[in-house]
C-alpha cells in the first residue's frame, strides 16, 4: 500500500507541477511538502501540502494556507470547502481539487468586493457625505525586528503603536503591500488599545492559519499589561515542521520587538530602585 501511495503522489506531482508551472513549487522533496500559488481577481493565495505516506489510500493531505485577505469567518468558509471535498474523494488525490476550489473562492470573494465596493460608493455619492477622518489619517509608523531562524524557517516581528480599530487596519494594509510580507506562510497578530475617554482595552488577534499563535501573543501582550499597541509576526516556512518550538520562536518574537521599542516596563531590583529604560 505504501509503494502505491508513492507512486500515486509522484503521478500527482508530476500533473501538478505540468499545470501550475512556475506557481508550483518544492519546499521539501523530503518532507513531501509542496506549494502552490493561486493568483485571481487581484488576489494571492499559497496552498502549502504535506503528504503523508497513507495518502491518498487513507488520509488527507495536511496543509496551510496564506492568503492575507482572508480572515475569520470566511477563512472557515473555504477550509470547510476544502474539507467537504475531502470527505466527498475519500481515496483520491485532491491537491488539484483544492487548488481550483481556492480559486473559484476568490473570484466570488472579489465579485463580492466589487459589489460592496460600488455600493459605497453609491451611498456616499447620493448623500453627499464627506469623508470619514480614519481616511485622511497617517499610517502608523512601523518598526520591524529581529529575524529568528530555525531549521530554514524565519520569524519577523513588526509593531507599531495604536489608538483605534482603523489604525489596525492601516497597518496591516501598509504590511501587505510589501510583496515578501505578503506572501509569508503566516502574518499572526494581536493588538490591544485604550480608545480615546474609555477606560475600557479593546483587543483582538488573528492566527492566519498557524493555531493559538495570535491567542498566545494577546495572551503576552495581557500578562505584560501593555496597551496602545500592535504587534505582527511573519513566519516564512522552511519546510521543516518545528512542532512547539514554533510558539516560543512567535513569543519571543513578540517579547523582543516590545522591548526594543520600549513597551516592556523594567521590573524593580533587589535594592528596590527601578531600572533605568533602554534607550
Not at 485532491?94 to 470573494?109: D, G, N
Not at 481616511?135 to 531562524?149: A, H, L, Q, T, Y
Request: charged share 25%; with cysteine.
Amino acid at each position: 500500500m505504501a509503494d502505491d501511495n508513492l507512486a500515486r503522489q509522484n503521478d500527482e506531482i508530476e500533473a501538478l507541477a505540468s499545470i501550475y508551472g512556475t506557481d508550483f513549487h518544492t519546499e521539501s522533496a523530503e518532507h513531501r511538502t509542496y506549494s502552490v500559488e493561486v493568483n485571481e481577481a487581484r488576489l494571492s493565495a499559497l496552498l502549502q501540502v504535506t503528504m503523508p505516506s497513507d495518502y491518498p489510500a487513507e488520509a488527507p493531505p495536511t496543509y496551510s494556507l496564506s492568503a492575507p485577505w482572508l480572515k475569520g469567518l470566511r477563512r472557515q468558509e473555504l477550509c470547510g470547502h476544502l474539507e467537504d471535498i475531502y470527505l466527498e474523494n475519500t481515496g483520491e488525490s485532491i491537491v488539484y481539487l483544492w487548488v481550483e476550489r481556492i480559486r473559484q473562492f476568490m473570484v466570488e470573494f472579489g465579485e463580492e468586493e466589487e459589489e460592496q465596493e460600488s455600493q459605497t460608493k453609491e451611498v456616499i455619492t447620493l448623500q453627499d457625505t464627506p469623508k470619514e477622518p480614519t481616511e485622511d489619517m497617517n499610517c502608523p509608523e512601523i518598526f520591524s525586528g529581529e529575524i529568528i531562524s530555525d531549521r530554514k524557517s524565519v520569524f519577523q516581528p513588526h509593531l507599531a503603536a495604536v489608538h483605534c480599530q482603523a489604525q489596525v487596519g492601516q497597518v496591516l494594509r501598509k504590511l501587505y503591500e510589501n510583496k515578501k510580507i505578503a506572501n509569508a506562510t503566516h502574518n499572526m497578530y494581536a493588538y490591544r488599545f485604550l480608545a480615546d475617554g474609555s477606560s475600557h482595552v479593546t483587543q483582538d488577534c488573528e492566527d492566519d492559519g498557524e493555531d493559538h499563535a495570535g491567542g498566545r501573543m494577546l495572551h503576552l501582550l495581557q500578562i505584560l499589561d501593555v496597551s496602545n499597541v500592535m504587534v505582527v509576526v511573519s513566519r516564512w516556512f522552511g519546510g521543516i515542521l518545528l512542532g512547539p518550538d514554533r510558539f516560543k520562536h512567535i513569543n519571543n518574537a513578540t517579547r523582543q520587538i516590545l522591548d526594543s521599542c520600549g513597551y516592556i516596563v523594567p521590573r524593580h531590583d533587589t535594592t528596590g530602585k527601578k531600572k533605568k529604560k533602554g534607550k
